[in-house]
Structures are given as structure tokens and as C-alpha cells.
């Protein structure tokens, strides 16, 4: 069932699954396949917290990281890397990155307040059709109409070896460090009270652990092109 006239022609397309699931570049490539517009929730949660680290604003201080979360202009931008995100107008896309932002991330994220604002710009985007959105809880809290659902994950160890391969170079730290981080940022995403990271009841689950990132994109953008047939 299409809520607007005239959107029959897109869907919105929600690809949720753990860190490291490869979820960011298959959906970026899904979109560019699609002509969709990709939409990286993950960066949004970490703009906040790293705007929260600036101010020095803690997980605990409630009014201020409430008020903080408000106040921000977060963008998103399509860029050759895949997504610039800016906040109040300034480029943060590899400061997002950053280790102390990806320790502290899931703890920002659990926060009602923030998830509630950010979980508000993401309905909104999503309101034309056409996006395809990546995240935790897109399918089952944000978009829970969402045409076609995804659920795309991998094992830990796979994950590790993925994040490892990106950004050893980078940053100093050993696959087993990473290995631990991953599992314990699974462990906070699927364990907090609001929006935990849970897979829908009517998504579809691709386990990438022994596909490429080609086999999953192939699949996820004939899944798409099902569902639009049928929204016809
Ligand atoms: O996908 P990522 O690693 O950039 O996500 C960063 C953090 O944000 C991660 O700990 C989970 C959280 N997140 C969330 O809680 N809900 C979303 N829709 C997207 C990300």
C-alpha cells in the first residue's frame, strides 16, 4: 500500500544489522544503483556525540546533551567518499571517525532524548520515498513501513577482520582489540531500553560473512525491484 499519490515509482528501503556489517557501502551502492538518496544514520549519532565531547557534555548530564541535541543543524551530503555530514555548517565527516567518538558512540545513542530527535530528521527525510537508510532500529522504530527491510549481518570475527583491513593503517590497534570492541558495541546497541538493535519481524536477514559486498548489493537491489513491482 503507497501512502502518497505518485510515489509508486520508489520505496524506502531500511538496511539494519550490527557494526561492521557492511552496511554503509552496500547501501550507499544500492542507492546509486536505485538513483535513491543514501541516508548513514550511524553518522548522525556520532555528530552528537562529538558534539557532546566539544562541549564537554557527559552521557549523564540530561538537560544539557538534551538541549545540545536540539540545537544542532545536522546535513548530509552526497560526496565521492560516499556521505560528507556537517554540523551547523561545518565538514565533520572524518572527525566522526575517530576513536574516542567510536568508544563513546553507543552510550550517546541510548539516550531517549537524542534518539528522539534524530529519530524525527530521519522521518522526515525518509517522508518522499526514494532513500535507502542504514542503522539499528530503521525498520523496526524509525521507518516501520519501510517497503523492503533488511537485516544484514556477519560474524564477529569477519566483522573485526573488515574493520581491521580499513583502518589499521590509521590507528594503532590489534584485530583482538577490535574484535572485543565490536562485541561489546553489539552488546550495547542490542541490550539498551529504547530502539535496540533488533532485526523486524518482516525483514529479510543476508548474512555476509561468506558473500562480497557485490553478491549482497545483487541481492538487496533484486529484492528492491520485487517490491517496487509490486507497489505498481
Ligand atoms: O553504524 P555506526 O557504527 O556508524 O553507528 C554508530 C553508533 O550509533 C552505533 O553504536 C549504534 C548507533 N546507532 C543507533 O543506535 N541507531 C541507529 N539507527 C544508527 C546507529
Known sequence: MIDHEGDSDRINIAIDGPAGAGKSTVARKVAEQLGYVYIDTGAMYRAVTLSAQRAGVTVEQLPKLAQLARSLIIELEPSEQGQSIFINGENVTSLIRSREVTLQVSHFAANETVREVLGTMQRNLAERKGVVMDGRDIGSHVLPNAELKIFLTASVQERALR????????????????????????YLDEQRDISPLICASDAVVLDSTSMTIDEVIEAIVKLSRTKLAEAK
Open 163 to 186: 574493520r581491521f583491513r580499513e583502518i589499521a593503517d590509521s590507528q594503532a590497534i590489534t584485530l583482538e582489540q577490535l574484535e572485543k570492541e565490536i562485541a561489546d558495541r553489539d
